[in-house]
């Protein structure tokens, strides 16, 4: 017992810090889109398409990878196609950057999806161990990954502010500040070309997001162990182009459960405050009233304050319970959302920049920890495709978040976001209605890797009895 627990304990540990590694550059990047490549809003346009992408692969792609590469080779192969990213802003243009942002979001659901189904098998599976709740754990582990994970935003933004800051000659037109805040719309406000770096900064700051992402490869390809290489390898031999369409489906199929579609708005306002964050706020309040260059140390202050809350709110949860947490954050971003429309920024009020993102910071740290292990624990027999399902919808809202950005006025976005939050909550609570009148029934072992159908029992007994020799 000694040994797994320490076994489980090192993976969740590896693929967190694989993740921080990865979206330290990744993170960083998306936060100055909107402002470094301003024009035409190629910047959000391409973020825009990166979400979109992800939701062609949500249809299909995860479920195929991970039961044919298993888990951890899912996550090293979508792990390239974000650095990928990064190449193409080293000369950004149109063709560069959208092709690159495309192949981004098709390794983006079989990434994410692979992670979340990697930490729910560990979670059960130490569950079962230590005779404790399966959904207990994997929202420890769920608490554990995004602790580290979103100490990325700390690391990515803080080697832009940095980088940038060595350019002296980055000035805020006084006459930008009147357009700053609520008040901007399309028509009366661009990033001036004096409130951007010199291009050998943002070179030197690409190669290093490039270095990052790299090694975050090397790092989960060696020391993440391969839980489900078995069950991955038989499946190839045996059954895999025999149950393909099956696969190809499964994350439709899911869509027949009512719980699901009830989690649609949630998972879609996760992809709506997010976006906001990293293109309204980083554009419209930071960069517009105090330069580009602050942008990184406002996102640190997001990323430190939903790092910590992430781990606290992950081992709070089976204290509070759920709903207490979804109501704190819903309370927080409502508050936000009714202070960003008043407020008006100027440089003379520099905590306040900071204010808001550490706010924003503890709420999406209960919409990413809570929302994960809320999929895990529903759907915890169809993990693949819950959670294929998750990326998608969660997609949906950054592509329609980023799709209207360059078209409306930025009070009518604020509006929006405040209209899906609170359609957000109502279908949720009715969902946590419906789960306290009919429990969803604990996962045991032999459910963890619990084939498709039938005619997969024996290879699922030999999956089970190798992992009970761990």
């Known amino acids: 017992m000694k040994k797994l627990m320490s076994r489980t304990t090192k993976n969740v540990l590896v693929v967190s810090f694989g993740f921080l590694l990865l979206f330290t550059a990744y993170g960083g990047l998306q936060s100055l889109q909107s402002s470094l490549n301003a024009e035409d809003g190629m910047g959000v346009i391409s973020l825009s398409v990166i979400y979109g992408a992800i939701i062609l692969s949500s ?25 990928a990213y990064s190449f193409g802003n080293l000369v950004p243009g149109w063709p560069s950057l959208m092709t690159t942002s495309a192949i981004l979001g098709m390794g983006g659901s079989p990434l994410w999806s692979a992670k979340c189904t990697y930490l729910t098998i560990s979670g059960n599976k130490r569950g079962q161990k230590i005779n404790k709740k399966g959904q207990d754990i994997i929202n420890q ?61 943002v070179n030197t700051l690409l190669g290093s997001y490039i270095g990052v992402g790299v090694l975050a490869i090397i790092f989960v390809a060696v020391f993440l162990d391969n839980i489900d290489r078995d069950l991955a390898r038989e499946f190839r031999k045996t059954k895999g182009n025999k ?82 947490l979804f109501c704190l954050a819903a309370v927080t971003n409502l508050g936000c959302f009714l202070g960003l429309l008043y407020w008006k920024p ?48 969660e997609s949906l809202g950054f592509v329609i978040a980023f799709a209207y950005s360059t078209f409306i006025c930025l009070s009518t976005k604020i509006y929006v976001a405040l209209a899906v939050l609170a359609l957000t909550m109502v279908t949720y609570l009715y969902v946590e209605y419906n789960e306290y009148k009919h429990p969803t029934p604990q996962v045991t072992t032999d459910d963890l890797h619990k084939p498709e159908k039938a005619d997969f029992k024996e290879l699922n007994d030999k999956y089970i009895i190798s992992q009970t020799k761990l």
């Not at 099956?246 to 306002?269: E, G, N, Q, V």
């Not at 440089?347 to 306040?352: A, E, T």
Request: glycine residues 8%; aromatic residues 18%.
């Open 59 to 83: 249809m299909f792609l995860p479920p195929i990878m991970i039961k044919n590469l298993g888990c951890k080779w899912t996550i090293v192969l979508s792990m390239g196609c974000y650095v």
């Open 243 to 324: 149950s393909f369409c099956s696969t190809f489906l499964a994350t439709f199929k899911l869509l027949r459960d009512p719980r699901l579609l009830l989690l649609i708005p949630l998972t879609m306002y996760s992809g709506f405050e997010q976006s906001f964050l990293a293109g309204e706020y980083t554009k419209n309040y930071v960069t517009c009233a105090i330069g580009i260059h602050y942008v990184g140390f406002v996102m640190i202050c997001f990323g430190a304050s939903n790092s910590l809350c992430s781990f606290a709110f992950g081992r709070l949860a089976q204290y509070t319970g759920r709903i207490a």
């Open 141 to 201: 582990y769920f608490g554990i990954f995004f602790f580290i994970f979103q100490s990325s935003a700390v690391w990515g933004n803080l080697m832009s502010s940095l980088i940038f800051g060595q350019d002296t000659s980055i000035e805020v037109p006084e006459e930008n500040l009147q357009f700053c805040g609520a008040t901007s719309c399309v028509e009366n406000f661009t990033v001036a070309n004096s409130t951007l770096p010199a291009r050998h900064l």
């Open 346 to 393: 100027h440089p003379d009020q520099l905590g306040v920049f900071f204010v808001f993102p550490a706010l924003w910071g503890m709420a999406d740290a209960v919409w990413q920890t809570q929302t994960n292990a809320l999929y895990g624990i529903l759907f915890a027999k169809d993990k693949e495709a819950a959670f294929a399902n998750y990326r998608m919808w």
